[in-house]
């Protein structure tokens, strides 16, 4: 080979290398779901899960997602969940993010499944979503609309709650029921953040679950029941 061409060689190498990288440290996504679970329907029956479960929601994962629909997955396998990486998020990891079912890989499997999807590194990725989760809190924001009790142990109607919740502040959330015989109990919240944080407080920002319909998928035309 010429030197000229040499370089074009190196030149494409390098290009190649990049764009490697590039692909597998920023696959493309829109925005991130934080789904978070009522920790007590999770474990309904209550025998799946380890003692002492909090009366709260925790979070179930923060997944990359597209506007298309078509919500990457499993970006790179390779990449394996090492607890070690993670182990500095302790005890808010345990407190918000436990695994209920005490079988320690609900971690490696987000991680595995959708962690890989975020561009991030495993330690920034957990904290990403404890620092989302804790901006949200979802038990203080039911707890927190006004005029109403919404409590644990109560009936409530879905869609009215996430109307409400987007009237207070700002955003709609998303809810979803679990069905226990005879009875709908409220399962999950999700929320919709932003992928990039906003300049001006560092933080991922609330944004709505944009069509009405996706806001409620309970069944139920009247109310769902509110587990203690
Ligand atoms: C999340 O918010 C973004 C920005 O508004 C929007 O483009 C996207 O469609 C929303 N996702 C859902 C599921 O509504």
């Not at 764009?19 to 978070?36: E, K, N």
């Not at 005890?91 to 436990?98: E, V």
């Not at 620092?131 to 109607?157: A, H, Q, R, T």
Request: glycine share 6%; net charge positive; proline share 7%.
């Amino acid at each position: 080979m010429n030197s000229s061409s040499k370089a074009s060689f190196s030149f494409f190498l390098v290009f190649m290398l990049l764009s490697t990288l590039c692909f597998q440290i920023a696959p493309a996504f829109d925005y991130y779901i934080l789904a978070t679970q009522w920790a007590s329907t999770f474990c309904t029956p209550r025998s799946r899960c380890i003692p002492n479960i909090p009366r709260d929601f925790v979070i179930h994962g923060l997944w990359p997602s597209n506007n298309n629909g078509h919500h990457p997955q499993d970006c790179n396998l390779a990449d394996k969940f090492d607890y070690q990486n993670v182990v500095s998020l302790e005890p808010r990891l345990s407190q918000k993010w436990p695994d209920l079912l005490g079988s320690h890989i609900f971690w490696s499997k987000q991680w595995e499944k959708h962690g890989t999807c975020s561009g991030l590194s495993q330690l920034d990725y957990f904290d990403k979503a404890l620092n989302v989760f804790d901006d949200i809190e979802p038990l203080s924001g039911v707890m927190g609309i006004k005029n109403k009790n919404y409590v644990p142990g109560s009936f409530l109607f879905p869609g009215v709650l996430v109307n409400e919740w987007g009237n207070q502040y700002g955003y709609f959330p998303k809810i979803t029921c679990y069905y226990y015989p005879r009875l709908q109990l409220l399962f999950e919240l999700h929320y919709n953040v932003s992928k990039d944080v906003d300049p001006s407080n560092g933080k991922l920002q609330p944004q709505s679950i944009i069509f009405p319909r996706n806001r409620n998928t309970c069944r139920s035309r009247g109310t769902i029941y509110f587990p203690n």
